[in-house]
C-alpha cells in the first residue's frame, strides 16, 4: 500500500526529530567516549551531537556520567554558581527523551541541547513527579552554560523535588479466586444497592439517553437492605427487601439469581454481618496470604492521581473499605535544580541538577514525553478526517496507520507494531483515547457532532456545485400533536425538535428524478444517536442499486418526515432544474415507494404529497372523479405506497405462539395482487382469533390506514402492471445499509458523513467508468435472470434448513396439473440454445416463475417440438404420490433445485 504525499511529509517530519534525537536506526560503530575536551567551559553543541548516538526508543540509554578531574574542579569547571557545584555531568543531544535521570548522592547535572524553536522543557519526559516546589529565582547566572562569547547565561532558575511513590497500607493479593470474587461481588453490590426508583416513568414513550440513565441509576435506589434466601429447590439469591414477585411494580427491584461461582456462606455471613463467620473466612485467608486483612502492597506513581486503592480493606474499625493512597513511608530526599536559559538562541541548552537518591523504585512510565506526543500526534494526523472517529483499537485497524508505524519504528517482526512499541504509556487505552480527544478537538473545534456539521455544511456551501455533498445541515422546531390523526384537530401539542442533515451530491439528485419505483429505509446503527434515511432504487442502465440521498435525523414523527421528503426533493430540484413527479398527479415519474411502514414515514410522505397538490386543480389519473387537492394523505398513499413484504410476514412470525395457526395463514393471504376470495371472512377469522390478532387487526385498519392498500392490490389504486413491476421488499435499502455499515458503526456525525461522502462517490464513479468503457463492478451482471436464479437458490438453502416451516403455507395446496394441448409458444425460440441437432430448443410452455414455484404444478414439454427429449417410464410426484403417465412426461427441469443447478 502506498502512502499518501501527506502521509510522506508526516513521515519525514518524524524521522526528523528521531535522527535529531540521536534515535535513528543507523547502526553506529564509534562508542562513546568521554574526555575532558568534551566539557570545556564552552561546550561545542554540533560535537555533542555528533559523539552520542543511541539506538531507538525504548532502548536509549543515557551516556555514562563524566566525573571531573581534580584538576578540572582546581579550575571550579564543576560549579554552576558561586554556591552551587556539582560532581558529574551528563550531555543529551537536543529532542532527547529521557525518562529516568541518573542520581547519585552528590549532584549530577544534566545537560540538554534544545530547538529554541520548538522548545519543550526536557524534565516534561521525567517519570518521577516533581512537586512541592522550594521557590527559584530569576537572573540567576550558569556557568555551566555559556554563549559563543563562552560567558555564563542569565537563566531562569526552578527548584523542585520528587514526591515520591503513594502506597496503600492494606491490600489484597487476589491469590484465592473464588474468595475474592466473593468479596468483590458483595462490595459492588452494596456500593450500588438496589436501584429501583419509585418516582422512575418506565413507560415504552419514555426514551433516555443511555449517559443520563447510568448516571440516574447511580444517584438512586429504594434504600432497603438486601437479603440472601434460599427458593424451593435450594438455590440461593439475593434480592432486596421489598422484593415481590406476586406484586408487579415489587418485581422490578434488586434479584439476583446466579450465585454458583461464589462462596455462599462467606457471602451469607457478609450479607448479614455475621462477624464470627466473616472473622473465621478472613482470618483463614491472612493464614493464606490473601485476604482484606492482608497488608497492602499497591503502588502508584502521583503522577496518576489516584486517591484510593482499588482494592477493599478492613479499616481500623473493622469495616470495608477501599483503602487510601498516602505517600511513600520514607520521604525522597531527590532535589531539582533547573536552569533555563532566557535567551535560548544564544544557548540552546537546558541544565538540570539532580541532589540525592531516591529513596522508593522508580515509577512506571505512565508518563509520555512531548516528544513521543509530537510523533504520536503526526502519525494521528496520516488519518485525516478518519480522526473524527478514531479510537486507540481502530487506529490500530487503520492500515495506513501502521504503516506508518511500521516505518517511524523500522519494524521488523512479523507481528503489527502496537501503541506500546511507541511508548509504554500508551498501552493504557485510556490515556490515548485522551490524547487522541486532545488532537481531535484541535483538529475539529466546531467538534464532531452536529455542529461540525454545520461546519462542514459552511464549506460544501462554497464549493462548486458538482462538489457539493452537504447539502443542507439545520434545525427546525415541531410542534407534534397527540392524536394518530394530523388532520383531526386535537387539544394537546407539545414542541419538539428536529435536526436535519441531507447528503446528495448533484448525480445522485438526477438519479433520483428519473427514477420510477423508490425504495425508502431508515438505519439506526452507523451513527450514534441518529437515524440514517436513505432512498434507494435500481438502476436499470447500469443494474445496480443506487442510492438517490442520504439523511440523518433525530426525529421519526411524520412532521419530521415531511420535512425530510420536502428539503430533500427541493434540493434535488434545483441540482437538476426538473420538478417532481407522481405517476398519479402528471401522468410520469415516480410510479411506486415501497417502505418497511412505519406509521410517521407513511404519513409524512402522504403529508407531503398534500402539499404538492395544495393548488392543483387537476384530477388524478387514476380516478379522474378526485381533484388532486382534495386528496388527504391516506388518498394520496393508496395511489403509490407500497409495504414491504419482507418485514410485514417477519412482523406476523414474531406473533407464533400467540396466535392460532390458521390465523397466522390468514394474514399472510392478505398480502396479493390478486383478488382474495373471501378478504371479510379472512379478516373475521383474524379479529377472533384471540386479543394480540385483534389488536393486530386493529392497528392495520384504524391505527395504520395505509397498511391494508399497500398490502392488497385490489384495495390500493396503483394500476396492476405498475403494482407488479414494483419490488415487493426493500431488500435493496437494507443491503445498502448493510454495504456502509460494513465501513463501520456508532461512529460520530463527522465520521458517518465523511464516510457516507467517500461510499456515495465511489458507486459514482464506479457508474461512470461503465459508462466509459463498459466495465462492470463485477463478472456478473445483475440481470433479472440472474436475480431471479439466486432468489431460487436462497429458497432451495431456506427450504432445506427448515422443511417444515418452508412448507407449512403449501400444506393444503392441490393443484391438478393442466392438460397436454399444443400451446402457442410464450417466448420466441432462442438461438442461443440450440441442440445437438443444431435446431433450436422450444423453451416451455409453463416457462412462467408464478408458476414453476407453485406447489403441485409441473413444467412440461411439449414433445411434439422436443425431439431431443426421448421417452421415459411414468414419474412419481414426491408431494402427492401421484403417477403420471409416460405422455405426460415431465421436463428434466421440473424440479427447483434442477432449475437452479
Known amino acids: 500500500m502506498s502512502l499518501t504525499c501527506s502521509q510522506l511529509e508526516a513521515l519525514e517530519k518524524v524521522q526528523q526529530i528521531l535522527d535529531s534525537a540521536g534515535l ?265 496470604g490473601y485476604g482484606p486483612l492482608m497488608p497492602c502492597t499497591f503502588v502508584a506513581s502521583p503522577a496518576e492521581q489516584k486517591q484510593c486503592c482499588p482494592y477493599w480493606h478492613r479499616n481500623h474499625e473493622g469495616k470495608l473499605a477501599r483503602g487510601t493512597l498516602h505517600s511513600w513511608p520514607v520521604p525522597c530526599k531527590a532535589k531539582f535544580d533547573i536552569y533555563t536559559p532566557y535567551n535560548l538562541t544564544a544557548c540552546p541548552q537546558v541544565l538540570v541538577i539532580c541532589t540525592n ?82 488532537l481531535r478537538f484541535n483538529e475539529f473545534p466546531s467538534g464532531t457532532g452536529f455542529a461540525g456539521a454545520i461546519h462542514l455544511a459552511t464549506k460544501h456551501d462554497l464549493l462548486p456545485i458538482d462538489e457539493r455533498y452537504i447539502r443542507c445541515a439545520e434545525s427546525h422546531q415541531l410542534s407534534t400533536k397527540s392524536a394518530s390523526n394530523p388532520p383531526a384537530a386535537t387539544t394537546s401539542t407539545s414542541i419538539s425538535s428536529l435536526r436535519l442533515i441531507i447528503c446528495m451530491t448533484k448525480r445522485m439528485s438526477w438519479h433520483l428524478m428519473q427514477a420510477k419505483r423508490l425504495s425508502i429505509d431508515t438505519s439506526f446503527k452507523r451513527v450514534h444517536g441518529w437515524q440514517e434515511f436513505e432512498f434507494e432504487s435500481w438502476d436499470v442502465a447500469h443494474m445496480k442499486s443506487v442510492i438517490g440521498a442520504r439523511a440523518f435525523t433525530t426525529s421519526q414523527s411524520a412532521q419530521a418526515h415531511f420535512i425530510l421528503f420536502q428539503r430533500i426533493f427541493e434540493i434535488a430540484s434545483a441540482d437538476t432544474g426538473c420538478a417532481v413527479q407522481f405517476q398519479y398527479m402528471h401522468g410520469e415519474g415516480i410510479q411506486t415507494i415501497i417502505a418497511d411502514g412505519h406509521k410517521g414515514q407513511g404519513l409524512g410522505l402522504g403529508m407531503y404529497c398534500v402539499y404538492l397538490c395544495k393548488d392543483s386543480i387537476q384530477a388524478c389519473r387514476y380516478d379522474t372523479t378526485a381533484l388532486l387537492r382534495d386528496l388527504d394523505p391516506y388518498d394520496h398513499l393508496r395511489r403509490f405506497y407500497r409495504l414491504c413484504l419482507a418485514h410485514y410476514k417477519r412482523n406476523i412470525r414474531s406473533l407464533r405462539g400467540q396466535i ?191 408458476y414453476a414455484l407453485t406447489a403441485g404444478a409441473h413444467v412440461m414439454d411439449h414433445r411434439a417440438r422436443s425431439p431431443s427429449f426421448s421417452a421415459a417410464p411414468p414419474t412419481v410426484c414426491a408431494v402427492h404420490h401421484h403417477i403420471y403417465p409416460t405422455r405426460d412426461q415431465l421436463s428434466t427441469f421440473s424440479t427447483l433445485q434442477g432449475a437452479v443447478e
Open 357 to 438: 537518591n531516591h529513596s522508593h523504585p522508580p515509577p512506571a512510565p505512565v508518563k509520555t514525553p512531548e516528544a513521543i506526543k509530537a510523533i504520536f500526534y503526526e502519525l494521528l494526523l496520516t488519518l485525516s478526517w478518519k480522526l473524527a472517529d478514531a479510537t486507540p483499537r481502530r487506529i490500530l485497524l487503520d492500515s495506513a496507520f501502521i504503516q506508518a508505524l511500521q516505518a517511524h519504528l523500522s519494524w521488523k517482526e512479523t507481528r503489527n507494531p502496537t501503541l506500546s512499541d511507541l511508548h509504554p504509556s500508551l498501552g493504557n487505552s485510556d490515556h490515548a483515547r485522551r490524547l487522541i480527544n486532545t
Open 660 to 850: 392460532p395457526k390458521d390465523v397466522e395463514i390468514a394474514m399472510l393471504t392478505i398480502a396479493s395482487a390478486e383478488p382474495h376470495p373471501d378478504l371479510q371472512g379472512t379478516l373475521k377469522k383474524i379479529k377472533k382469533g384471540g386479543k394480540k390478532a385483534a389488536a393486530w387487526l386493529k392497528d392495520k385498519i384504524e391505527g395504520t390506514k395505509f397498511v391494508l392498500p399497500a398490502l392488497y392490490q385490489p384495495n390500493s389504486l396503483i394500476p396492476l402492471e405498475i403494482w407488479k413491476a414494483s419490488p415487493t421488499t426493500t431488500n435493496g435499502n437494507e443491503q445498502a445499509h448493510r454495504n456502509i455499515n460494513r465501513d463501520g458503526v456508532g461512529l460520530t456525525l463527522l465520521g458517518g458523513i465523511m464516510r457516507g461522502f467517500h461510499y456515495d462517490t465511489n458507486i459514482s464513479a464506479s457508474l461512470d467508468l461503465f459508462d466509459a468503457f463498459g466495465i462492470n463492478s463485477s463478472d456478473r451482471l445483475s440481470t433479472h435472470a440472474y436475480r431471479a436464479k439466486r432468489a431460487l437458490a436462497r429458497q432451495v438453502r431456506y427450504t432445506r434448513s427448515s422443511p417444515s416451516e418452508g412448507n407449512t403455507s403449501f400444506a393444503c395446496v392441490h393443484l391438478t396439473p393442466p392438460p397436454v394441448e399444443p400451446q402457442p409458444e410464450l417466448i420466441p425460440n432462442s438461438s442461443l440454445m440450440t441442440g445437438s441437432t443444431g435446431g433450436a430448443i422450444p423453451v416451455s410452455t409453463f416457462s412462467t416463475l408464478t
Open 24 to 288: 535513528s536506526p543507523i547502526s553506529v560503530t564509534s562508542s562513546v567516549v568521554s574526555s575532558p575536551s568534551s566539557h570545556q567551559n564552552t561546550p561545542d553543541v554540533d560535537s555533542t551531537l555528533d559523539t552520542i548516538s543511541t539506538p531507538p526508543y525504548p532502548r536509549y540509554q543515557s551516556p555514562a556520567p563524566y566525573y571531573f578531574t581534580t584538576e578540572e574542579i582546581s579550575r571550579r569547571a564543576n560549579y554552576v554558581n558561586r554556591a552551587t557545584k556539582v560532581s558529574a555531568i551528563v550531555d543529551h543531544p537536543v529532542h532527547a527523551i529521557l525518562e529516568y535521570p541518573i542520581t547519585a548522592p552528590g549532584s549530577i547535572a544534566h545537560r540538554f541541547v534544545v530547538d529554541p524553536i520548538s522548545f519543550v522543557q526536557p524534565q516534561s519526559a521525567f517519570q518521577y513527579s516533581l512537586g512541592g516546589g522550594h521557590g527559584g529565582r530569576e537572573n540567576a547566572v550558569c556557568l555551566l552554560l555559556r554563549d559563543d562569547a563562552g560567558k555564563g547565561v542569565r537563566c531562569r532558575q526552578l527548584k523542585s523535588s520528587c514526591n515520591g511513590l503513594k502506597a496503600g497500607y492494606s491490600d489484597d493479593s487476589a491469590e484465592a479466586e473464588v474468595f475474592n470474587k466473593t468479596l468483590a461481588f458483595f462490595c459492588a453490590v452494596s456500593e450500588r444497592g438496589c436501584g429501583f426508583d419509585a418516582n422512575l416513568d418506565l413507560s415504552p414513550e419514555i426514551v433516555l439517553d443511555s449517559f443520563d440513565l447510568h448516571s440516574e441509576s447511580e444517584s438512586r435506589g429504594c434504600g432497603a437492605p438486601l437479603m440472601l434466601s434460599v427458593n424451593n429447590l435450594g438455590r440461593p439469591y439475593i434480592h432486596c427487601k421489598n422484593f415481590n414477585a406476586s406484586v408487579s411494580r415489587a418485581r422490578t427491584h434488586l434479584v439476583l439469581r446466579n450465585l454458583d461461582e461464589f462462596n455462599t456462606d462467606y457471602l451469607r455471613a457478609l450479607i448479614e454481618n455475621d462477624l464470627k463467620a466473616i472473622s473465621f473466612h478472613e482470618t483463614r485467608a491472612k493464614n493464606d
